[in-house]
């Protein structure tokens, strides 16, 4: 090898190495070797900075745009519940498949990560409601995000990485469905082995919040309606899933002018019945993403929805002591609406607005990002400190952020438009129709994931153009001459998963595209089904948390072990190994 290429080796092995004991963040450590190379002159500053025009971050950036939208419409937490099942023992044991089932199928359109971030605090909360142990869910989950991610182009910034490369290298990018026929039956497999294995390998790690009696908590009071004609309307606090909520407890029913209280379990629900329940105040929170309830405050929550939305948890100062929330006029002087009190030793018996106010009581505030700083060095609250929650989902925008997925869908796989012209409207139409802010748009950009992605074109430049690549290349075509071109591209899926265990999965790909392009010119084969390889993978990743990030994501959740994920993960590992293998050279012949 030339001085250029083991420099560029050395350049990769440190890099591996910091991704690896995870020193920096991926995306400055990329950036920083993509630096140096340039610095030391083996690529030049288009090759250095190309990534940074190619539409693969643009498309990335866009699709995280919508996912917000997703999540901040609140469709998917009813698609998830409704798949979930019954609360009943029958229904339970299907449980697992039928919570597979869609996600997978979400996963191939919108980006696994954020697909996963909105899907699991919904699954926590069934969780809780259900009784059910939440580390035997979230390690599937995850890996099914990251089985559906395969199946399209856009179902993970991992093949728009890859279909970058090809335009960069002057091959036809990726289309949207020309992994299909590969990443389907990948799938499906993938998934069917977790629904049949996940039972027997993964153990109960209990949940990751304690549950203790003797935990210090904190009990708000918070006022929830029932909606007229929704999916609990006409059902008994049982059915409704309202008996066993976890941290949260049904006080009473105020129905009119009837009281009723202790509620049990039999107690039929009707339209506008109002609900207090006492609980924590991030189980309190999860109440406003219920299906079928609706917070008594509604009206202030869907007037704060222009300017975004946060929680904040306030103590009340002497300002504001002796006051009700309806007296001060709370929203239009606050720009906030006050969703549960917490006063302590006692229960909030009135409603909340007619609550009189005492110095020291909590309050759990909606309000815009801005409350804080405006308000911390006031007198009205002794301290406002934010809570890390989801908002509540703005009821009427589910269906139109619907129709932009299916748009975006049809638009793509119809050829009718380009994946980045498409993503951009996508990203557009979700704001123009107000289903997303402004803010709430730019919040949903990461950066570093841009910026990793963008940073990985000028490292995949330098291990190509120092003759790294062609090196590697060499060396894999010779251990694999016994069995062919068939061994070579199973030597380089193989190699890319592990390297994706041990760094970021965009990174992976990147390092592993120019070895894939050499080792197919040193077979004499078409190079497209190494890539094809390569862009698998990057994304089947499934034996540490480490490997992926919605691993990651889920790795505390779940209360899990290291060694948890290897566990259900090494077969599944070998199912879709030995498919791939299988899959790749038929539908596209070496």
Known sequence: MSLEAW???????????VLAREMISPAVAVLSATILL?????IDGDQAFAGFSNEAPIVVAALLVFARAADVSGIVGPVLERFFGRPDGTSQRWALPRLLAPITALSA?????????????????????RGLSPSRFLIPISFAAVLGGVITTVGTSTNLTVSGLLREAGMEPLSLFELTPVGLPIAVAGVVAIVLLAGRLLPDR??????????????FTVSMRVQPGGPIDGKTVEAAGLRHLHGVFLVEINRGERIIGPVGPGEALGGDDVLTFVGRVDDVVDLHRLRGLQSTEAQEIDALASSGQAFFEAVVGPDLAGSTLRQLGFRGRYGGAVLAIHRAGHRIDAKLGEVRLRLGDTLLVLADPGFRPRYREGHDFLLIAPLRAIPPPRGGRGWMVGLIGLGFVLATGLG????LHA?????LAVIATRSLTIRQARDAIDLDIVVLIAAAFGLGAAVEGSGLGSAIAEILVGLMEPVGAIGALAAILVATMLLTEMISNNAAAVLAFPVAVATAAATGSDPRPFVIAVTMGASLSFLTPIGYQTNLMVYGLGGYRFGDFSRLGAPINVVVTVLAVILIPIVFPL
């Open 7 to 17: 420099f560029t080796l050395a350049v990769v092995v440190v890099l591996v190495a």
């Open 109 to 129: 359109f919108l980006n696994n990560t954020t697909l996963v971030a909105m899907t699991v605090p919904a699954v926590l909360d069934l969780c809780r409601r």
């Open 38 to 42: 340039l610095l030391v002159g083996i």
């Open 206 to 219: 209990g949940a990751a919040r304690g549950d203790g009696e003797g935990d210090a908590t904190r009990d």
């Open 423 to 427: 993503a951009l409207l996508t990203a």
């Open 416 to 419: 009718l438009l380009p994946i």
